[in-house]
DNA sequence: GACGCGATCAAACACGTGTTTTATACATGC
DNA sequence: GCATGTATAAAACACGTGTTTGATCGCGTC
């Protein structure tokens, strides 16, 4: 009872989607996208900006000039279309600073290549995927049920690297406690540098930053977490 | 229209609410606190748990012992009672580790000492007036109309006492956009230890951290930042 | 042409929200 | 005694939410 199950797509799969290809089964003449593609599309502008909390089916469904029932069709609730866009942005997100780096680099060039590459793309309102940066963040935020799924893609990855570079830099293993708490340092920097709601609407004289700006302060921080680490490795334990 | 004025207590006064003293004008028969002193009693537990939004009319009734109307009729509605629970965690907040430093005292025992008192009030769930700090953290994830408000009061004063300690420190003045980005680090590292909703949701063996844990992370924030500063003096611009 | 089927549509459903209304009990002042 | 003003109570209001329903359209196929 309760789920008719009128032959409509499945909205079980969470990581095949496959979804029968769809070639050209939507009528012709029209030159938009599938109301599938287009509701997807407007999701990830729409809860990147807001939240998942904070974007209504209505919205989405006004927004894509699509009927409110089609999220509940297509994705058989607003959790499943949030679920797809969160699978691209774990997608785009989870490769970045931590895998393309040269494995025969030092602790220090990885940790300078992870900040000035992850920075500015936190920081910076333009440029590519900030909005899969900014469901990061609401889910930080407020997370959703799929904020374990998050973690372990993302996070986690990002903390062993980070540990990784820090304790070989220190001289040290992974599990001195003081690897951890420079990694939560040098964290807590990058994310300090992510768009916040509150400074735009607690102080109404903010203005964005620049990208000159964006980059100086990434270079800060790589000086400032490195002098940080190298005293700490210095003072022992 | 559409406000009939009762002659029920004025819900207008921003910053005055001297509220009639309300002497004993309850029945002195029941033991219990009066209604209006119930709810805010509560609105301070639920509001610093969940902030504003996360909290309903209906869930401040009920745990109060009160009607469904009473936050209206003694607040004027809801935003009325958040403001005058922000009032009181602003009276806790504001004055701490900025104003009860010796004048005297050098930059580097002023960075500590803010570090060092801070941190722990942030990190402990222990402890007077987390719920102060609960409510500034909600604040910032997700402001309300009252938001600007309490950046005037609490983060400009800190900034500032900050941005004069770390100036002093570095040989310069506070006008050296080097002296804005290590406040940021600076406070960056300490608001990472705000109990925070993700980790525990994400992260399902999150345990909390002990009291001498929460100590040796403000003594490593402290060590962390004044090296990074140190080395940033050095280097100059 | 009739049928099946995926997709769309308008409408309704069920519930939760902040707020307002209307009535009533109770203490106080004249 | 009685009006007055304060406080509480139950119900309703107005609206927004995610979801479901039943009908209909446009196809392609037998």
């Not at 690297?161 to 304790?167: G, I, N, W």
């Not at 768009?195 to 700006?213: H, K, L, S, Y």
Request: proline residues 5%; aromatic residues 6%; hydrophobic residues 40%.
């Amino acid at each position: 009872m309760s789920r008719p199950s009128r032959s409509a797509p499945e909205h079980r799969g969470a990581g095949s989607h496959v979804r029968n290809g769809r070639g050209g089964a939507r009528s012709a003449a029209s030159g938009d996208a599938a109301t599938r593609e287009r509701l997807l599309a407007v999701a990830t502008r729409l809860f990147s900006e807001r939240g998942f909390r904070g974007v209504t089916v209505r919205d989405l469904s006004r927004e894509a000039n699509a009927n409110l029932a089609a999220v509940n069709y297509h994705f058989g609730d607003k959790l499943g279309l949030y679920r797809e866009v969160v699978a691209m942005a774990l997608e785009d997100v989870h490769v970045d600073p931590t895998t393309d780096v040269a494995a025969e680099s030092t602790p220090e060039e990885r940790i300078r290549h992870y900040v000035t590459t992850y920075v500015p793309r936190l920081a910076s309102p333009r440029g590519r995927a900030v909005w899969a940066q900014k469901i990061m963040r609401h889910e930080m935020n407020d997370p959703t049920p799929l904020a374990p799924w998050i973690a372990e893609v993302v996070i986690l990855p990002r903390m062993r690297f980070l540990a990784e570079a820090v304790a070989t830099l220190m001289g040290t293993d992974m599990g001195d406690p003081r690897v951890g708490r420079c990694v939560v340092s040098l964290q807590a920097q990058c994310l300090s540098y992510m768009p916040n709601r509150f400074r735009e609407v607690a102080f109404p004289g903010w203005r964005e930053m620049t990208d000159a700006e964006i980059r100086a302060a990434a270079t800060h921080i790589a000086d400032f977490t490195l002098a940080g680490i190298r005293r700490l490795a210095e003072q022992g334990e």
